[in-house]
């Protein structure tokens, strides 16, 4: 299996600053078809997870455009650029290359 | 819009069958070619996706579960539905279907305990 590692396991920012979250995967998840099969998750305090990027930096519909992803490979970054009050929650990516999907253990933000 | 909604027995004794049904709405099963999926949420194990399942009755399964686990589609009932079997305490958790690879329709989850 591909082990996904997050990195902070907690966050606590200040509204309007930023916050990074790191995930690195055990194998490089560059598949022949060019595209990277990375992906971040939200999952707000008493909710189901929510795609938020997909494919490394691809924003899904409706996420705001202060978050942002970065990396290739096996290091990724998931970035937001001001963290709003809504942000709060925790932070999952996954790789979906091989089977099976693996997740990350996740990363709570939270506000101070 | 496409909704999922989980149902299922909340309780199963350990050894037994855990059965779960995932309702589809505002589509087709077969209308489309979403993979149709379970992932699983525990405090101890985090997300753990179970397998998924194509409209056409391809399977994908975890193999850590795969020993264990069915997944079918009902294109009639337009449901989809997980069959894990010789469940322990180690399967207790909150059941979610989801629709899409990557997931991107998740049901609210349904928790499972398993006990005697």
């Known amino acids: 299996d591909i082990v996904m590692t997050q990195t902070p396991l907690s966050l606590s920012v200040t509204p309007g600053q930023p916050a990074s979250i790191s995930c690195k995967s055990s194998?490089?998840?560059?598949?022949?078809?060019?595209?990277?099969?990375l992906f971040w998750y939200l999952q707000r305090p008493g909710q189901s997870p929510q795609l938020l990027m997909y494919?490394?930096?691809s924003r899904f519909s409706g996420v705001p455009e202060r978050f942002s992803g970065s990396g290739s490979g096996t290091e990724f970054t998931l970035t937001i650029s001001r963290v709003e009050a809504e942000d709060v929650g925790i932070y999952y990516c996954?790789?979906?290359?091989?089977?099976?999907?693996?997740f990350g253990g996740g990363t709570k933000v939270e506000i101070k | 819009q496409l909704q999922v909604q989980e149902s299922g027995p909340g309780l199963v004794k350990p050894s037994e069958t855990l059965s779960l049904t995932c309702n589809v709405s505002?589509?087709?099963?077969?209308?489309?070619?979403?993979?149709w999926g379970w992932i699983r949420q525990s405090p101890g194990k985090g997300l753990e996706w179970i397998g998924n399942?194509?409209?056409?009755?391809?399977?994908y399964y975890n193999p850590s579960l795969k020993s264990r686990v069915i997944v079918s589609v009902d294109t009639s009932k337009n449901h989809f539905s997980l069959k894990l079997s010789s469940v322990t305490a180690a399967d207790t958790a909150l059941y979610y279907c989801?629709?899409?690879?990557?997931?991107?329709?998740w049901g609210q989850g349904t928790l499972v305990t398993v006990s005697s």
């Open positions: 989801v629709a899409g690879s990557p997931p991107v329709i």
């Open positions: 505002g589509g087709s099963i077969s209308g489309s070619d979403y993979y």
């Open positions: 399942i194509l409209y056409s009755g391809t399977t």
């Open positions: 194998q490089d998840l560059l598949h022949s078809d060019g595209k990277t099969y």
């Open positions: 494919e490394v930096s």
């Open positions: 996954m790789q979906g290359l091989h089977v099976p999907l693996t």
